[in-house]
């Protein structure tokens, strides 16, 4: 018993250390991303279903992000893999190689600007309140929602949102649960991007009974990379090219984001 | 950093341990009651629980947190829990006491069951009633067999806490995952492995104890 207890305090103590070694890590840049991904023939795309940027029809993965990637694989010569990813360890799952690059309507806070390397912005955004229809005629202004309880997804742009506006509120894992929880009537509105509260609430949707009102703040998309990646420039020279001749806006048109994206010069 | 990162995984920690104790108190006793509806003479009763158990036991922890905490507001249009950090925190309690409870109650009646005719037979023999019989001469053999299979129940409820972020109840994970989203680092996450590895050791060695203390037959 004695001893057993000394060998298990023992390794506990090593974990402990091998976690904080994990701290003082360095990550090291890769010699060229754009290498690696031509050896491998394979441009790996992580997503999430958020629509209107990725989302499914069938078996394809389509949308404004979608085809732009396509696109974008197609100009270095490789094949366009899309994986759908937990939201939350994107950084991670960059880091680990298991995907090369976060391409899904991803907000360019500060957050995710130290966490990865990112691409020139592309697309406007804003954040929305979201509410019942029934309360909605009382929003006109963000004074207006003070009185609400808010559900935000934690760490997203709603929530640094909700406190610059001093508002109450709730975090909860995903944007998509934050709708939910005011359909529960968990929670009284909630703040969300404008092109999913489009996309999500409204009629023909499973939240026929929501609607979004008051637009919080503007706030810019880019794709993301690893840190150090020499794709961040290919991917800028692309967007240039694509805005150029147009191409951009044509698919901006079939998903009707035209009005949101932004000139690439 | 460092510090600020050890402060906020304390205060996760510390949700996830009210969490576990507060499943545990209200488990084990009402484990004891599903089990005797599970081996209910009344053939209705011992239906309906039975069918409670396989529910409870056949659909994941996590979708049981998800129905429990939204389905009355998305299905009845009525929020029972409130909007406030305790109604989740109940939420969630009710979901785990009735999920750890089904399982214990059929450990419970692995337990029972295992105790021989012969046991109750002799304390008839010597005059005691039933009540009696069950609570000074049963239940204190099924608590010796049923300590490692209830060992086993409880260091998984440890790791089982971390579902309680999905209906935003600020549990251990979810403070390690905060990190990643506002300050693009991943070690707090993978450090949160050492609070719940230094936990069920903890328990381990105490319910190791437990057992110990009870061989007073042997």
């Given amino acids: 018993m004695k001893t057993s207890s000394k060998i298990l305090i023992c390794a506990l103590v090593l974990l402990l250390c091998a976690a904080f070694a994990f701290a003082g890590g360095k990550k090291e840049a890769s010699s060229s991303d754009k290498a690696y991904v031509a050896g491998k023939g394979t441009l790996v795309v992580g997503i999430t279903d958020f629509a209107p940027m990725d989302y499914k029809e069938g078996n394809e993965w389509i949308g404004f992000d979608a085809d732009m990637a396509k696109a974008f694989a197609k100009e270095l010569g490789v094949k366009c893999e899309f994986i759908e990813i937990d939201w939350d360890s994107k950084s991670m799952e960059l880091e680990n190689k298991t995907i090369d690059c976060v391409w899904n309507g991803m907000t360019l806070t500060d957050g995710v600007k130290k966490a990865m390397a990112t691409s020139n912005a592309y697309c406007n955004n804003a954040q929305i309140i979201v509410v019942n229809k029934a309360k909605a005629g009382a929003l006109k202004t963000a004074a207006d929602a003070k009185a609400l309880k808010f559900a935000v997804e934690a760490g997203s742009a709603g929530e640094a949102a909700a406190k610059d506006n001093g508002y109450k509120a709730t975090a909860v894992e995903t944007q998509a649960a934050a709708v939910m929880e005011v359909a529960a009537g968990t929670s009284e509105a909630c703040i969300i991007d404008s092109l999913m509260a489009a996309a999500m609430v409204g009629p023909g949707t499973s939240y026929p009974d929501l609607t979004y009102t008051v637009a919080l703040t503007e706030e810019e998309y880019g794709v993301g990379f690893r840190k150090g990646s020499d794709l961040v420039p290919a991917i800028n020279d692309f967007f240039k090219k694509a805005y150029a001749d147009g191409s951009m806006m044509k698919a901006a048109e079939k998903y009707g984001t035209q009005a949101s994206i932004i000139p690439q010069k | ?218």
């Fill in chain 2, 1 to 218: 950093m460092i510090q600020e990162v050890l402060l906020r995984l304390c205060d996760g920690f510390i949700k996830t341990i009210e969490l576990f104790l507060l499943t545990l108190a209200g488990a084990i006793p009402l484990g004891l009651v599903v089990s005797f509806g599970s081996m209910a003479k009344f053939k209705p009763l011992k239906f309906i629980v039975r069918f409670i158990v396989w529910i409870v036991r056949g659909t994941p922890l996590m979708l049981q947190l998800i129905v429990i905490y939204y389905g009355p507001g998305l299905l009845f249009h009525q929020n029972i829990w409130g909007m406030g950090t305790s109604g989740r925190f109940t939420a969630v309690m009710v979901a785990f006491i009735i999920n750890y409870s089904c399982y214990f109650s059929e450990i419970y009646r692995g337990g029972i069951e295992s105790i021989s005719k012969g046991q109750y037979e002799a304390g008839q023999v010597l005059g005691l009633t039933r009540r009696q019989v069950f609570f000074k001469i049963v239940l204190l053999q099924v608590i010796k067999r049923i300590v490692p299979p209830m060992g086993n129940e409880i260091i998984t409820l440890v790791k089982d806490t971390s579902l309680a972020r999905v209906i935003a109840v600020y549990e251990l994970i979810w403070a390690g995952q905060t990190f990643i989203k506002s300050d693009g680092i991943i070690w707090p996450l993978f450090t949160t492995g050492v609070f719940y590895l230094v936990f069920s050791g903890l328990l381990t060695i105490l319910l190791s104890k437990f057992e110990k203390k009870l061989s007073y037959f042997n």
